[in-house]
């Protein structure tokens, strides 16, 4: 079975233009998960997702970050103007349900840096 | 305050050892406790839950102290392929959201 996959794996961009990550989840996964790790700080939560709704957006730093899931599959996460502060190592993440019983299992992260 | 503090290390500690890393939270209402292990340039990956009866797994084992707000983990008879950073990740009660700590770096040496 498929892991979680992200495209792409390293973007560098510079400050004003805009970036779009995609993140596919593991099949049949309704729940999916950005999380961002900014360079010397910890794992942070942005967004979950349920099917195509935004359970719970919270983390999302600002209105520059959009974040969408047409359709329920796969999701994307545009960043635009990027800025210097939004380096970091982008993980998507997805989980058959919610609960701690269900493990949240992670794509291997896409790398932005942003110059 | 951070929500979840840990000892960043490193423990550089040799083969066939043992070593314990310890995490504190601040949030009471937190539900679900977490040891997540990651590579350098990968991505996180489940270790093990932490439930309050403590819960051992192999080599590792997880404690819990819901009073104390303290998690550890232990690691007994290090091979070189433990070598990582252990995360220290829980979740709150009503939402689904982990929160991470910074974690803790392990190397372990011939």
């Known amino acids: 079975e498929a892991g979680v996959t992200q495209f792409p794996s390293h973007s560098v961009i510079e400050k004003g233009q805009t970036v779009t990550l995609r993140c596919d989840p593991i099949?049949?996964?309704?729940?999916l998960y950005w999380y961002r790790r900014v360079m010397g700080k910890e794992i942070k939560f942005l967004l979950h997702?349920?099917?195509?709704?935004?359970?719970?957006e919270s983390g999302m730093p600002n209105n520059r970050f959009l974040a969408e899931r047409t359709g329920g599959t796969y999701s994307t996460l545009k960043v635009q103007p990027a800025e210097l502060e939004d380096s970091g190592v982008y993980f998507c993440a997805s989980s058959q349900d919610t609960g701690s019983a269900y493990e949240q299992y992670f794509g291997p992260g896409t790398r932005l840096t942003v110059t | 305050r951070k929500e979840v503090e840990q000892d960043p290390g490193p423990f550089n500690v040799p083969e066939g050892a043992t070593v314990a890393f310890n995490c504190t939270y601040s949030n009471s209402a937190s539900q679900s406790f977490f040891w997540y292990r990651q590579d350098c340039r990968k991505e996180p990956k489940l270790l093990m839950s932490v439930y309050s009866s403590g819960n051992e797994d192999g080599r590792f084992t997880a404690q819990l102290n819901r009073a104390s707000q303290y998690i550890s983990l232990l690691i007994r008879d290090s091979k070189l392929s433990d070598s990582a950073t252990y995360l220290c990740?829980?979740?709150?009660?009503?939402?689904?959201?982990?929160?991470f700590g910074a974690g803790t770096r392990l190397a372990v040496h011939p």
């Open positions: 099949s049949g996964h309704d729940n």
């Open positions: 997702f349920v099917k195509e709704s935004k359970q719970d």
């Open positions: 990740v829980l979740r709150s009660g009503g939402y689904n959201k982990l929160i």
